[in-house]
């Protein structure tokens, strides 16, 4: 009978202690809604503790966990923080503080912290350039870029008087969100010649990350006002360093896909892009299309034909719509179609900055088209070839015989061109595997699939720094 009792009075103990756990949960437990200020604290109390014990990983943490709740945050949640990370009378504070102003629909929070809960100790550099940061993301969320840029332009200037920082994570959110700014504004020039300064300053101090992303935002600011030259150039230059950011990465390799095909290399260009299709992010759906999209282009500037699957990919159909018809147009050879495509979708094209490439695949269309003829006839005049090319100049037959010949000097086309009696005489088809064709295809395969390999390799390898102190400590 005692046992029995006994046991019923440590089973209602128990089930007391499971009730408490349950009532209690984690502030970042995913069932329940956490407060954002709450939230916001102990990301600030983690980058205090981060700078004061050098461990990056909690400011990089810190900064994942900024970017989930941005979008929850409010001007009464930000005057708070403030008060709470800075202190009231700060010259910090006064400045923030200036662009966060009470909305009609923004309640007061109603948090009041005492004298034990404020922040009271020694304000270290990386929570003041939080603070910075979170405002200035806020700006940009509410649209309000004009103030944005102020405030990105003061937290510049406070940033380069700090030699200090801990984590390199810090100040390459500020670059970004410091052009994004000004990007937004339509004023991404004025910010050119400091965010040269910026890298240079971040070269000599070994900023790497910080490097990585002023490369990119440079090249950014040389292709938004079409400066390809001047990118190729600075580009070419730069101090290359190992990539730390996948997404930093992945950017360069957009950056310089544009570039090389601007400037004819479609090869190189083709890598690139489909390099950066392959490394980014699945949830990055955006940054895949704008990939997709010019290397679509650059495969049709090859003379080669996407794969079907490119253009029904999950949440891009609708945006790969215009290149897949103009695709179908190259595909089939018909100039007038393709025409049409070029004239039905010309905002689309000009407002992704290809209008420039679809104008050099008329050639591409052009050359398929005659392909395609010469292997359906064995001999045709050169005025049938005009009318089934559509050719609309003003002496078509002379046109077609131009166009004729240096598809044959070229190797487009495997005939004989009859000048006399105006005929395009077709040379029996071969046998495509007795060429080196095959053998080609397949080597650039293999060749594909090492350099893969060897970068998930070295993607797997640990710093040497880390291993120097494991050894150390053991």
Known sequence: MVVVLISQVFFKMNRTVKIEDQSTPSVYDSSVDPSILQDLKEIASMIESGANTSEVSKIYKAMRLTMKIRRKLKVSILSTL????????????AQLASYLRQDKDDTQVDV????????????????????????????????????????????????????????????????????????????????????????????????????????????????????????????????????????????????????????????EAKYSLLQAVQKSPVIAVGFQIQCNKWAIIVQLLLGEIPERTVFTQKRMEKALRPYFELTNAVRVGDVELFRTVAEKFSSTFSQDRTSNLIVRLKHNVIRTGLRNISASYSRISLADIAMKLNLDSETPVDDAETIVAKAIRDGAIDATLDHANRWLVSKATGDV??????????????????????????????????????????
């Not at 403030?82 to 504070?93: D, M």
């Not at 332009?153 to 000004?182: G, Q, W």
């Not at 007795?434 to 710093?463: D, G, K, W, Y």
């Open 82 to 93: 403030l008060n709470y990370a800075l202190g009231p009378v700060s010259e910090v504070h």
């Open 112 to 267: 009041e912290m005492s004298e034990t809960e404020a922040h009271s100790t020694h304000l270290v550099p990386e929570l003041e350039i939080y603070c910075y940061l979170l405002v200035l993301i806020f700006l940009i969320d509410q649209k309000k870029y004009n103030e944005a840029k102020a405030c990105s332009s003061e937290s510049i200037v406070r940033l380069k008087n700090m030699n200090n920082i801990t984590a390199d994570a810090l100040p390459s959110k500020l670059y970004f969100y410091y052009s994004l700014s000004y990007e937004l504004a339509g004023n991404l020039a004025e910010i050119r010649g400091n965010l040269l300064a910026l890298y240079q300053t971040a070269t000599v101090r070994h900023n790497k990350l910080s490097q990585e992303t002023l490369l990119n935002l440079l090249l950014r600011n040389y292709l938004h006002y079409n400066l390809y030259d001047q990118a190729e150039k600075f580009r070419s230059k730069a101090h290359c360093v190992d990539a730390l950011s996948n997404q930093q990465f992945c950017r360069y390799l957009l950056y310089q896909g544009k570039i090389k095909t601007i400037q004819l290399e479609y090869t």
């Open 433 to 474: 595997y007795s060429t080196n064709e095959p053998q080609i295809a397949f080597n650039s395969r293999i060749a594909f699939c090492l350099n893969m390999h060897n970068e998930a390799v070295r993607a797997l390898r640990f710093p040497q720094n880390l291993r120097n102190k494991q050894s150390v400590a053991t």
